[in-house]
């Protein structure tokens, strides 16, 4: 049994959590962020590091802290109401949104280009994809090796040379901006970020990173939560890297795809006119790399909680979620991004209150009684912010409509910040529950 890691050991666990979450939202996103801004490339590229890096990161802290689980992180809402919280975000983070998106993501970028972009094609493609996905995920005791130590490396050099090449051999200058970045460009960041899944791939992925540890013969609680934080930090100096890269990737080149209505099309266009033929085939392999290993830890994440929660196995569990995965892939990138956005925008502010709440979980003599209406009040005004992304705005209340922020997208932040306040002031003025003396 092992007691303590070593430097390499939490290098490689660094890295395994970075490739985790560098999937196909996190390359393809960035660079329409930049494109959009033009010169405000640099206030937009703050509000996605928010949601792009800085909620990850608390995010893995927070679990590390509880534990490593989502049953642990949604406790203080009961176990009904903490289930279906988990399973929302189970599925969207699985077979509903990102995981096909990384296959559909990698075909467009990594296969495409080079074998035709047809509907027979993407089905080849995504039949070998997934069955590489589901290989890896039937064996998530070697994730840490699989990933931290062999492919993540190859990942990180891909990655230095695009990222490098985007800051030194830009193709143009900054154009204007355009939309809501004009007038806003911190908060429109900050809501491109929730296309990235991040923050929900972190609630995911924390049971992952903790099993890796506890693989390694750990069983100190403690040094689960400390290596799993400094994994996270890894984690977050490497994406902030990357998304600022291709943040200015998409801001400095936007001549070169003017026309371009999703960052495939900027990636691809800058990387053939910068290296040529060669170059696709460096973006493939990025591509390809970032997906497959995505793919793999989210599988493996459905796999771990649904096998506790229904009476199936880990693998029965891996079988049907690849299988689903394979179907949703098929419907295509754009039809995948339309219909998860308006989602992201429902799920997103409960995500966030849930995890500022955890952080600030000892301030409270009862945590449900804090938790339960923040909550619900970020899910009230999630749902009208997802009605808002859908263009149902017949169906949403003037009131609501005109809440500071809401021409934002931010119209859910301060009510939820004066339920959490509320909450708390009744909180300190009540006795601690009998059930929750220590």
Known sequence: MTSHLKTGDILALGFMTFALFLGAGNIIFPPMVGLSSGVQLWPAAWGFLLTGVGLPLLTVVALARVGGGMPALTAPLGKTAGIALGVVVYLSIGPLFATPRTATVSFAMGAAPFVGDTPANLFIFTCIYFGLVLLLSLYPGKLMDNIGKIITPVLILALAILGGTAFFLPTGTLAAATGNYMQ????????????????????VFGVVIVNAVKSQGIRDP?????????????????????????????????HLAADASTGVQVLTRYVEHTFGAPGLWLLATVILLACLTTGVGLVSACGVYFSQLLPLSYRAVVFIVSAFSLGAANLGLAQLIAIAVPALYTIYPVAIALVALNLLN????????????????????????????????????????????????????????????????VDRLRPVPAAEHP
């Not at 689960?224 to 890894?234: C, D, L, P, V, W």
């Open 362 to 425: 000892h301030l409270w003599r009862s945590p449900r009684r804090v938790f339960v209406p923040a909550l619900l009040v970020a899910l009230l005004l999630g749902l009208i912010d997802g009605l808002k992304a859908a263009n149902l705005h017949a169906l949403i209340p003037d009131a609501l409509l005109a809440l500071p922020g809401a021409d934002m997208g931010l119209g859910w932040l301060l009510p939820v910040l004066a339920a959490g306040a509320a909450a708390t002031v």
């Open 184 to 203: 806003h460009p911190l908060a429109e960041g900050f809501l491109q970020g929730y296309q990235t899944m991040d923050a929900l791939g972190a609630l």
């Open 222 to 254: 403690r040094l689960h939560t400390r290596y799993a934080i400094a994994a996270g930090m890894i984690a977050a100096l490497g994406l902030g890297l990357v998304y600022v890269s291709l943040v200015y990737l998409g801001a400095h080149n936007a």
